[in-house]
């Protein structure tokens, strides 16, 4: 019963939410329902970082399938995204969370995919350097955490815990530490071809606390892109801190009201 009235509280929370910030592009009227999620891990994480959502959206009656990135390129990691696309077999919701923004971006504009979410995720233009836009917002804390090693890099045990998954608590954070995926040094260096949020409606979690991507330019990109948007008291990992949120969110997205 307790979990049940959170849920529904979180849900009334995102819904008050919407009725003051959401734009009018993210209405329910425009929304096509889905059947499918397809959820994309970023750096230094892997598919397990999805496992606190994945109980609220399939418990909606969702399809719900994580990809795992090799993080070996950014290529790589594109054809990781679409051949679980291709096992979707009508309208999708494409859910991204940091780095893997600009796979959502690029995949994103799959025919199956009916809307986008980010979760502090980039979300760069077609073509857009977004080293360059980031450059602009004061640099975050956990880029001085970056190890280097072999061609590929990894956020140090302190930068994990204190600026990627700061609000977890510590050892929890030190056993996703341990699990990180580990990126190639040239994963960062590609560009988008296109950008799927020029033409299809997205959803965007603002993590107020991120010290791993600048809020203001989670901001930046959520406002550029028209997107409905939310915003959580949360580090760089609110889809494990604050689940029921961003499961929410994304089934606003998908156009499921909430089941409890």
């Given at each position: 019963?307790?979990?049940?009235?959170?849920?529904?509280?979180?849900?009334?929370?995102?819904?008050?939410?919407?009725?003051?910030?959401?734009?009018?592009?993210?209405?329910?009227?425009?929304?096509?329902?889905?059947?499918?999620?397809?959820?994309?891990?970023?750096?230094y994480?892997?598919?397990s970082?999805?496992?606190?959502?994945?109980?609220h959206?399939?418990?909606?009656?969702?399809?719900?399938?994580?990809?795992?990135?090799?993080?070996?390129?950014?290529?790589?990691?594109?054809?990781?995204?679409?051949?679980?696309?291709?096992?979707?077999?009508?309208?999708?919701?494409?859910?991204?969370?940091?780095?893997?923004?600009?796979?959502?971006?690029?995949?994103?504009?799959?025919?199956?995919?009916?809307?986008?979410?980010?979760?502090?995720?980039?979300?760069?233009?077609?073509?857009?350097?977004?080293?360059a836009?980031?450059?602009q917002?004061?640099t975050?804390?956990?880029?001085?955490?970056?190890?280097?090693?072999?061609?590929?890099a990894?956020?140090s045990?302190?930068?994990?815990?204190?600026?990627?998954?700061?609000?977890?608590?510590?050892?929890?954070?030190?056993?996703?530490?341990?699990v990180?995926?580990?990126?190639?040094?040239?994963?960062?260096n590609?560009?988008?071809?296109?950008?799927?949020?020029?033409?299809?409606?997205s959803?965007?979690?603002?993590?107020?606390?991120?010290?791993?991507?600048?809020?203001?330019?989670?901001?930046?990109?959520?406002?550029?892109?028209?997107?409905?948007?939310?915003e959580l008291?949360?580090?760089?990992?609110?889809?494990?801190?604050?689940p029921?949120?961003?499961?929410?969110?994304?089934?606003?997205a998908?156009?499921?009201?909430?089941?409890?």
């Amino acid at each position: 019963m307790q979990l049940i009235t959170r849920r529904s509280f979180s849900a009334a929370l995102v819904a008050g939410a919407a009725l003051s910030m959401f734009p009018a592009a993210g209405r329910a009227a425009d929304i096509v329902k889905a059947k499918n999620v397809v959820l994309v891990h970023g750096a230094y994480a892997d598919a397990s970082c999805w496992l606190d959502v994945i109980p609220h959206l399939q418990a909606a009656g969702l399809n719900v399938m994580a990809v795992q990135n090799p993080l070996t390129s950014f290529a790589d990691d594109i054809e990781a995204t679409k051949r679980i696309l291709a096992l979707m077999d009508g309208p999708t919701v494409l859910v991204g969370h940091s780095y893997s923004g600009m796979l959502v971006t690029e995949a994103g504009v799959d025919p199956k995919v009916t809307a986008l979410v980010y979760i502090a995720a980039r979300a760069p233009d077609a073509g857009e350097d977004y080293t360059a836009l980031a450059k602009q917002y004061p640099t975050p804390p956990a880029s001085a955490g970056l190890v280097h090693s072999g061609g590929y890099a990894q956020l140090s045990e302190e930068a994990f815990v204190r600026d990627f998954a700061g609000d977890l608590p510590v050892a929890r954070a030190k056993a996703l530490y341990s699990v990180q995926g580990r990126i190639s040094d040239t994963l960062f260096n590609a560009k988008t071809t296109v950008a799927a949020w020029r033409s299809k409606p997205s959803w965007y979690a603002v993590s107020k606390n991120d010290r791993t991507i600048n809020p203001d330019l989670e901001r930046f990109m959520a406002k550029r892109m028209n997107a409905t948007t939310i915003e959580l008291d949360a580090s760089h990992v609110s889809l494990i801190s604050q689940p029921l949120a961003v499961a929410n969110l994304i089934l606003a997205a998908a156009g499921h009201s909430d089941k409890s």
